[in-house]
């Protein structure tokens, strides 16, 4: 089973500034089977990024993913009021297809 | 517009069996994979099953291996997960969600079930 780790565990950041969330595989993973995903309170996930760097569709400019093999970022370029939220990082290059613990972006 | 609606969910004594139903819907159902996936409360994200379009690949993780199957109804544009000999570790909120892609990522999800195991 690869592993997912994500780090910092929680960003307090303010409004406008950049947030940066690693994902990192205890192996390599192909950035094709790479996604992210923003979840808020008492709502289902959202695809924001696949293939590691490829928005989802309607997804804001704002957010950015790169990153390859074993180390992989989610870059919000200026935090909105609405990006405050749990991401998850997940892999499905192989099964089981599993998902980072998640990095909370808090308001500081 | 895509959408996905869980139902069955409840409460269920340890060593009792529940199932799970997506309908699904805004899309053309059989042309795509389906997976579960759960959270536990406060936890994150776990990975439970996944199905392809014509069920010919079927993948459990394997803390489910041996007592959930999951299965579809294309004609029905439905997903189920039968959950058997359940635990007090697979309670949980139960997502359906929509593979795309041959990379398998998930594009759509369903609001989610809530699946209680208590005595």
């Known amino acids: 089973e690869i592993v997912m780790t994500q780090s910092p565990a929680t960003l307090s950041l303010s409004p406008g500034e950049r947030a940066t969330l690693s994902c990192r595989a205890s192996q390599s993973v192909s950035s094709s089977y790479l996604s992210w995903y923003q979840q808020k309170p008492g709502q289902a996930p959202r695809l924001l990024i696949y293939g590691a760097s490829t928005r989802a569709t309607g997804i804001p400019a704002r957010f950015s993913g790169s990153g390859s093999g074993t180390d992989f970022t989610l870059t919000i370029s200026s935090l909105q009021p609405e990006d405050f939220a749990v991401y998850y990082c997940q892999q499905d290059y192989n099964l089981p297809g599993t998902f980072g613990q998640g990095t909370k972006v808090e308001i500081k | 517009e895509v959408q996905l609606v869980e139902s069955g969910g409840g409460l269920v004594k340890p060593g009792g069996s529940l199932r799970l139903s997506c309908a699904a819907s805004?899309?053309?159902?059989?042309?795509?994979?389906m997976n579960w996936v759960r959270q536990a409360p406060g936890k994150g994200l776990e990975w439970v099953s996944s199905i392809s379009s014509s069920s010919s690949y079927i993948y459990y993780a394997d803390s489910v291996k041996g007592r959930f199957t999951i299965s579809r109804d294309n004609a029905k544009n439905s997903l189920y997960l039968q959950m058997n000999s359940l635990r007090a570790e697979d309670t949980a909120v139960y997502y359906c969600?929509?593979?795309?892609?041959?990379?398998?990522?998930?594009?759509?999800w369903g609001q989610g079930t809530l699946v209680t195991v208590s005595s």
């Open positions: 805004g899309f053309t159902f059989s042309s795509y994979s």
């Open positions: 969600a929509r593979g795309s892609g041959s990379e398998g990522f998930l594009d759509y």
